[in-house]
């Protein structure tokens, strides 16, 4: 965000409209056995808008890596340019103002425009604009659910649904911010290429596209998913005894269909993927004995496969039909365990639980400096050198373990007044080394194919390992209540980049040395505390209530 007219513009905006019809049917046969079945249908529009810049003009983030301290080799001028920063905190906000003037004083020329020979358009160019990046949805969805009483002790639920998703993606132009129009090309191939060939060509059914506010540009595609499920439960409950077990089956395909010829991808681009089938199971069952009204122990377990999304199966569903190598379910079993303690005076449960995961993936489109991690020359299939580019970063086989306890205690000091705790403890890391293949955007051309990633027994990224929280909880006979939280965090450890756990990444690196360490080591990401203080009152009117709630 930065400073415009007195106001503060942020880029990156998110804008959702999505309306809601169901309709639903109720059949009940006799007491306690009922039929419900409902169709709903969604659809509207998902957004967010975000900067976009063009041809040679310098990355418009004051967050871009080039900007930073950290990219200086000098300590000198890497601290004179940090000490820059802290005095001129406006140099870490977007400069709406320059990218107004640049884009009325960047006048551009386009000859043959929109593929019409002899048609030039003439106007300034936008070196900067908004784009709004769209994902507007269309789903339907049917759903049924029969649930029987079979006895007093027995009942049995089945269910079924079958779900239809379209969803159409695309960029518009949303804020010239001052331009005429903007020239529609791949930016990223204008390195290695010229305006004039139509590898750089979005839409090569028109070529040298001109595009204003509200049109689409760069690529626009429609993605589609079936699915279908069925399951069901059988559920026992006595005096001493509550048992499940329940099992489902599902299926579910996917397919992309490109509106548009891509100029690095013309023959995989336009029209319809391949559509891949997959077959899904789960189970799970559990029982829970009652030595009286107030102690209990539990145990669950479970098994299931699921289905790849459409957004992560395609190696680059803006640009071509190509799915990713290796493409299967993921898969995952889990156990859990525990006490449960209900008193008038004081509740609570301690859990124990481990789940592995299996077959996940990990897929990544970014700049990248492919020379360096492959520690050699790259030439693309045009037979061209290649330093840097767009890639499509793909890990397969990634195996995870989730492990730890879970407890809880609610302990009732007085009629109004109650003391509240949960903390939970545990241990989630990669148990396999996946494969990598690292793809070059413009053309597939192969930078890497099954290289190891030394990921296992390190932490899984961007979660809290340990967690805690105290609280105090008041409630008036008055209406009104009072919530106090003191909340804790902990071993947060930072997302890795794959390559420098490949062995490329430590070739002449003495092994255990600093420099070593400071390619393959985690880094751990400091605790962190809230205090939370949540309050409120309800008022009545007559037959009418109004609810005020505060919190910081």
Avoid at 35 to 47: A, E, F, P, Q
Avoid at 183 to 197: E, G, Q, S, Y
Avoid at 426 to 454: C, H, K, Q, W
């Amino acid at each position: 965000w930065g400073g415009q007219d007195g106001e503060k513009r942020n880029a990156r905006m998110r804008h959702t409209h999505q309306p809601v019809a169901i309709l639903r049917h109720d059949w009940t046969p006799k007491e306690g056995d009922f039929l419900t079945t409902t169709v709903s249908v969604r659809t509207g529009s998902n957004g967010s808008t975000a900067l976009n810049w063009f041809d040679k003009t310098r990355d418009p983030r004051p967050s871009f890596y080039r900007k930073l301290p950290s990219s200086i080799d000098n300590p000198e001028a890497a601290a004179e340019v940090a000490d820059y920063l802290s005095s001129n905190p406006d140099r870490m906000q977007l400069d709406w103002d320059h990218y107004y003037d640049v884009n009325r004083n960047s006048p551009f020329s386009v000859q043959n425009a929109n593929g019409i020979e002899g048609n030039t358009v003439n106007g300034n160019v936008a070196r900067y604009m908004i784009e709004d990046r769209r994902f507007d949805q269309t789903q339907l969805s049917i759903r049924s659910l029969f649930n029987k009483t079979l006895s007093d002790r027995w009942t049995m639920q089945l269910s079924g649904q079958f779900e239809v998703l379209n969803s159409d993606n695309y960029k518009l132009i949303d804020d010239l911010l001052g331009a005429d129009f903007w020239f529609d090309v791949d930016r990223f191939l204008l390195r290695n290429f010229d305006l004039n060939d139509q590898v750089v060509s979005n839409d090569l059914s028109t070529p040298n596209k001109v595009v204003r506010e509200g049109d689409r540009f760069e690529y626009s595609y429609t993605g589609h998913v079936r699915r279908a499920e069925v399951w069901g439960q059988l559920q026992y409950s006595s005096k001493r005894w509550e048992i499940f077990g329940a099992a489902r089956g599902g299926y579910s395909t996917f397919w992309r269909d490109g509106e548009w010829a891509n100029g690095k991808f013309p023959d995989n681009s336009q029209g319809k993927s391949e559509s891949p089938e997959f077959i899904t199971y789960g189970f799970k069952g559990g029982a829970t004995y009652k030595f009286d009204g107030r102690n209990y122990l539990y145990v669950n377990a479970m098994a299931y496969s699921e289905a790849p999304t459409f957004r992560n199966s395609f190696a680059s569903p803006r640009t071509r039909n190509s799915l990713i190598p290796g493409l299967t379910s993921q898969k995952a079993e889990g156990l859990e365990g525990g006490y449960i303690l209900r008193s008038p005076y004081l509740k609570a449960r301690i859990t124990g639980y481990i789940m592995n995961f299996r077959d996940q993936y990990f897929n990544r489109s970014f700049f990248l400096d492919v020379g360096a991690i492959a520690n050699q020359s790259i030439v693309d299939s045009r037979g061209q050198s290649v330093e840097a580019g767009f890639v499509n970063y793909i890990m397969t086989d990634i195996d995870k373990r989730h492990m730890g306890i879970e407890a809880a205690v609610e302990w009732q000091l007085l009629p109004s007044l109650s003391v509240n705790a949960a903390t939970s403890l545990g241990s989630y890391i990669y148990t396999s080394r996946p494969n990598a293949t690292i793809v070059l955007d413009p053309d597939e051309t192969f930078i890497s194919e099954g290289s190891t990633v030394f990921l296992k027994n390190f932490f899984e990224d961007n979660v809290p390992q340990t967690a805690g929280m105290i609280g105090l909880s008041y409630r008036s006979k008055d209406f009104w209540f009072l919530n106090l939280n003191l909340n804790y965090y902990d071993h947060i450890y930072l997302a890795m980049n794959p390559d420098r756990r490949r062995p490329n990444a430590l070739t002449n690196v003495e092994p255990g040395s600093e420099l070593y360490r400071s390619i393959v080591h985690q880094e751990k990401a400091p605790s962190a505390m809230t205090l939370d203080l949540f309050g409120g009152k309800s008022f009545r009117f007559g037959g009418y209530y109004l609810y005020i709630n505060v919190g910081i």
